[in-house]
């Protein structure tokens, strides 16, 4: 049995898309990442255009991330003054980044531009993650594990606009958070992710927010900045195919669940050296599709 796919303009198999969800989601519970940066090559890998894979999976990292902050709510660890401003500046860059992707999409370079964007971030991410826990599997158990210092952000505080951020016990001016927000929302626009995964260290050593409530604040940001993300691109580019976003969102429920279970069963480090190995695992496949020969290649000739 298929179902054709409305936007992406092509038949699927819908237990193999919600088996992608599901595999997806399993990772997810895992390792507590939102997925985008994996599901998002895999939906090329299965033939899905580059344009709707990326508008797709901004819509379903919505849903993903609400679940995760009403946990965090319940917890009191967001902190919406600093979410406001990562919020704004995210709106700022899911513009840009949407009026760039229309722009590669009309000169016929967005699917080149996507492919070598995943290649340079997973490639840095995934080699950084498998370092850190390489390092963290071979430390000697009696040093302990190293707690992080926070550093000095007298140099935001001198910023203009200063204010107090008192759930992040911080005084710094809202320029660095906006900025930040803004190249996030610029990759969200583009890649199709939430940006969690280049959010998430920034907030902690480059703003040096407290660690309880990174993660919260994080989400929140990326459930507006994804919403914004997925709106534009349906109506500037018509590339968000509802068909697809609730056959991964099945599969991806379900996975989610069944991960976060298993996870406990592993270290931290192990789970960390494994995701590291995964996302190296798709940075080659695409490395591969960009310098391997196509099947079926064509040549173009002009018209006489």
Same mark, same amino acid.
């Given at each position: 049995?298929?179902?054709?796919?409305?936007?992406?303009?092509?038949?699927?198999?819908?237990?193999?898309?919600?088996?992608?969800?599901?595999?997806?989601?399993?990772?997810?519970?895992?390792?507590?990442?939102?997925?985008?940066?994996?599901?998002?090559?895999?939906?090329?890998?299965?033939?899905?255009?580059?344009?709707?894979?990326?508008?797709?999976?901004?819509?379903?990292?919505?849903?993903?991330?609400?679940?995760?902050?009403?946990?965090?709510?319940?917890?009191?660890?967001?902190?919406?003054?600093?979410?406001?401003?990562?919020?704004?500046?995210?709106?700022?860059?899911?513009?840009?980044?949407?009026?760039?992707?229309?722009?590669?999409?009309?000169?016929?370079?967005?699917?080149?531009?996507?492919?070598?964007?995943?290649?340079?971030?997973?490639?840095?991410? /995934?080699?950084?993650?498998?370092? +850190?826990? !390489? $390092? =963290? &599997?071979?430390?000697?158990?009696?040093?302990?594990?190293?707690? #992080?210092?926070?550093?000095?952000?007298?140099?935001?505080?001198?910023?203009?606009?200063?204010?107090?951020?008192?759930?992040?016990?911080?005084?710094?001016?809202?320029?660095?958070?906006?900025?930040?927000?803004?190249?996030?929302?610029?990759?969200?626009?583009?890649?199709?992710?939430?940006?969690?995964?280049?959010?998430?260290?920034?907030?902690?050593?480059?703003?040096?927010?407290?660690?309880?409530?990174?993660?919260?604040?994080?989400?929140?940001?990326?459930?507006?900045?994804?919403?914004?993300?997925?709106?534009?691109?349906?109506?500037?580019?018509?590339?968000?195919?509802?068909?697809?976003?609730?056959?991964?969102?099945?599969?991806?429920?379900?996975?989610?669940?069944?991960?976060?279970?298993? /996870?406990?069963?592993?270290?931290? +480090?192990? !789970? $960390? =050296? &494994?995701?590291?190995?995964?996302?190296?695992?798709?940075?080659? #496949?695409?490395?591969?599709?960009?310098?391997?020969?196509?099947?079926?290649?064509?040549?173009?000739?002009?018209?006489?």
């Amino acid at each position: 049995m298929q179902i054709y796919l409305p936007i992406a303009e092509l038949p699927v198999d819908p237990f193999v898309i919600i088996l992608m969800g599901g595999a997806v989601g399993f990772l997810s519970g895992m390792f507590g990442v939102g997925g985008g940066f994996l599901m998002t090559p895999l939906l090329i890998f299965y033939g899905i255009p580059p344009a709707v894979a990326v508008g797709t999976e901004a819509s379903q990292i919505v849903a993903s991330s609400v679940s995760g902050v009403l946990a965090h709510l319940r917890r009191k660890t967001v902190d919406f003054q600093m979410g406001g401003f990562l919020v704004f500046g995210g709106g700022l860059g899911s513009i840009a980044g949407v009026a760039i992707f229309r722009y590669l999409r009309e000169v016929g370079q967005v699917e080149v531009f996507i492919s070598l964007a995943y290649v340079i971030f997973l490639s840095l991410i /995934g080699g950084l993650m498998f370092v +850190e826990s !390489l $390092r =963290a &599997l071979f430390r000697n158990p009696q040093t302990g594990k190293p707690r #992080r210092k926070r550093r000095s952000v007298a140099w935001m505080a001198a910023m203009p606009f200063a204010m107090r951020f008192r759930r992040s016990q911080l005084y710094i001016s809202p320029i660095p958070p906006i900025i930040l927000g803004f190249f996030v929302g610029v990759l969200a626009a583009i890649m199709g992710v939430g940006g969690g995964f280049i959010m998430v260290p920034a907030m902690l050593y480059i703003l040096n927010m407290p660690t309880n409530v990174v993660v919260g604040t994080s989400l929140f940001q990326i459930i507006f900045v994804t919403a914004i993300t997925t709106v534009l691109h349906a109506a500037a580019n018509q590339t968000v195919d509802i068909v697809l976003a609730l056959l991964l969102l099945t599969g991806g429920v379900i996975g989610a669940q069944l991960g976060a279970r298993a /996870g406990v069963r592993l270290r931290a +480090e192990q !789970l $960390r =050296a &494994l995701l590291a190995l995964i996302v190296l695992a798709v940075s080659a #496949r695409l490395v591969f599709d960009l310098v391997s020969t196509p099947i079926s290649p064509f040549l173009l000739e002009a018209a006489r």
